[in-house]
């Protein structure tokens, strides 16, 4: 289990970390996500004893990093930062990591076949693709066969089947009971396999919460005529956008309670659904970061409003000030969905 | 800590740097004796300067091995696999003290190679001149010898800078500039401070003839000194600075 409890980190002035909060609970795969330079390898780095923080801590089974007594079997990381030397082969690397850590080189093949670079294992690392760096890596973190997981972006630099060989990991190791955090700025590339996520922006965890428990608080309906409903949600002081495609997004509340203040304003409601975790999630992401980061799959792409309570000021109040004839300006992609009448 | 020395000894034999630059050292420092001995008249050879001057030069090859150290600890920072060893052993002053273990014991065993070397080059090539050797074997040991201990010391100096300014091509930058400059023109500007100088100092454990050194022991515990302090000061960076 990874805690992170009111993390600073600053450079000069800058805070990178600031007052991080979060857990990383074990069984389970906790999406660290965020925009670039939202602070998230600065968290990793406070985490795994690299950087110092300036304030607060980050625990690993309940111990700061550089007091764990065996820490490439109770940890296994990835970070971007982390290099090989280009005149070093792929299986050298490995051996010179177990030796270091006194662990059994007997699992080096074990880890490349896992990571399927046993053909290339006996070539210098100055030949490999960004990919097989990732993957070379990832071998690296699975040598000590550890309970807890932290990977920096593993799918950057990976195909499509990569990406998701890497996700299918993820999934494994999680089921193990393993703890596994992993970070990224594509949300579309762990969505699928995330049951926690943590969302930071400026340093700052703006959402930590459940998937599963995501979509319960999102409901998406459509009536005929429109207006009265958006004035009966305004009316009850509930969180709601009206979206491109006619539909309103409501944020907070469940799906029988947008039926009853319908029901109670007379409107005849032609659909009311709950979007998926995923839908939700993504919904989420682009709400808290303001940052449209594209994804892959039309599934995701519908905009919906959450409610949050730890949302950035700036998309709460764009949420707010949505009303039945109220155009709003938006501070990202996802308000660029609405409609501006 | 042996797990620790294993892996940095490992990590030696498998790239290229060791082989290349061990073979450079020896290499730099054979030509060295060699050129001397060589360029010779045979009056000259019989003079026992001559075959001092040619046994100090086998010490020179620990400029080389100044620059082994610096990259067996900078090149960590260079490649990025400085992170990746202290994932393995987070207590970082245990990883400075294997470096500074296996830059010692490499420096070692280029010095002997590069002592053994000079020593037989010599023996040859005043064999093969027909004129025998005009000093005792106590003087050519002692030489010797003090060329080792050089060697050794560079390398610790070498992985001590390395670790304390970071930066690979800073680091041999400094030392090179340091080494070729600074230290030549304090020499001859001021003796009396230049012979207190890392590089003078140890000339004077490998027994340079050349007037204004300290005697070699003193010179020797000077350069020792030096490694010493380079050798704290890195580790209190390495200890507190961030990854």
């Known amino acids: 289990m990874i805690e992170v409890r009111s993390l600073t980190k600053s450079y000069g002035d800058r805070r990178a970390v600031d007052r991080l909060t979060f857990t990383a609970p074990a069984g389970r795969v906790t999406g660290f996500l965020g925009p670039n330079g939202a602070g998230k390898t600065t968290t990793f780095r406070c985490l795994l004893g690299l950087a110092a923080p300036t304030s607060g801590e980050a625990l690993i089974d309940g111990r700061p990093y550089r007091e764990l007594t065996a820490p490439r079997r109770q940890v296994g990381a990835v970070l971007e930062s982390i290099g090989f030397h280009p005149s070093r082969r792929g299986r050298d690397h490995l051996r010179v990591l177990a030796r270091s850590a006194g662990l059994d080189g007997r699992r080096i093949d074990a880890v490349l076949t896992t990571v399927g670079l046993d053909d290339a294992a006996d070539r210098p690392v100055g030949g490999y693709s960004l990919g097989m760096k990732q993957r070379l890596g990832l071998a690296g973190a699975l040598l000590g066969d550890p309970s807890v997981v932290v990977l920096d972006e593993p799918a950057n630099g990976l195909d499509p089947e990569g990406v998701r060989w890497v996700r299918q990991l993820l999934r494994t190791w999680a089921d193990e009971g393993r703890t596994v955090l992993v970070s990224s700025h594509q949300l579309a590339e762990i969505a699928q396999v995330v049951d926690r996520v943590v969302i930071v922006r400026d340093g700052t965890a703006v959402v930590d919460e459940d998937v599963a428990a995501l979509a319960d608080q999102q409901v998406s309906v459509r009536a005929e005529p429109i207006g009265p409903l958006l004035q009966a949600l305004a009316d009850a002081g509930v969180d709601h956008r009206r979206l491109r495609d006619g539909t309103v997004a409501v944020g907070g509340v469940g799906a029988d309670e947008v039926g009853r203040i319908a029901a109670a304003a007379g409107v005849v409601v032609t659909e009311l659904t709950r979007p998926s975790a995923v839908a939700a999630l993504e919904s989420l992401f682009l709400a808290a970061t303001g940052n449209g980061a594209p994804t892959a799959d039309p599934e995701v792409t519908t905009p919906t409003r959450p409610t949050r309570p730890t949302r950035p000021t700036g998309t709460t109040e764009a949420a707010e000030t949505t009303g039945p004839a109220g155009p709003t300006a938006g501070d990202g992609p996802a308000e660029a969905e609405e409609v501006r009448s | ?243």
Do not use: C, N
């Not at chain 2, 630059?21 to 060589?38: D, Q």
């Not at chain 2, 600074?182 to 020499?187: D, G, S, T, Y």
């Open chain 2, 1 to 243: 800590m042996s797990d620790l020395l294993a892996g940095e000894w490992l990590k030696l034999r498998t790239s290229r740097l060791l082989l290349v630059m061990g073979a450079a050292a020896v290499a730099l420092s054979t030509a060295s004796v060699a050129g001397t001995v060589l360029a010779a008249g045979s009056r000259e050879l019989a003079d026992p300067g001559t075959v001092r001057d040619a046994l100090s030069l086998t010490g020179t090859g620990a400029l080389v091995v100044l620059l082994l150290g610096i990259v067996i600890s900078a090149g960590e920072h260079r490649h990025g696999t400085a992170a990746d060893t202290y994932l393995t052993t987070p207590r970082r002053g245990r990883v400075l003290a294997a470096k500074v273990a296996m830059g010692a014991a490499v420096g070692l065993a280029v010095g002997v190679a590069m002592a053994l070397t000079g020593a037989v080059v010599v023996a040859h090539l005043y064999d093969a001149e027909g004129v025998g050797l005009p000093v005792d074997g106590g003087e050519v040991a002692s030489t010797l010898l003090g060329a080792t201990v050089y060697t050794t010391l560079f390398a610790v100096l070498g992985v001590a800078l390395g670790a304390l300014v970071r930066r690979q091509v800073l680091a041999v930058s400094l030392a090179l500039t340091w080494v070729a400059v600074v230290e030549h023109a304090v020499i001859g500007l001021v003796p009396d401070v230049g012979r207190f100088f890392p590089t003078i100092a140890g000339q004077a454990l490998v027994r340079t003839p050349a007037d204004a050194m300290l005697a070699p022991h003193t010179g020797g515990a000077v350069l020792a000194l030096y490694a010493a302090l380079l050798t704290a000061g890195a580790l209190h960076v390495t200890r507190t600075r961030d990854v």
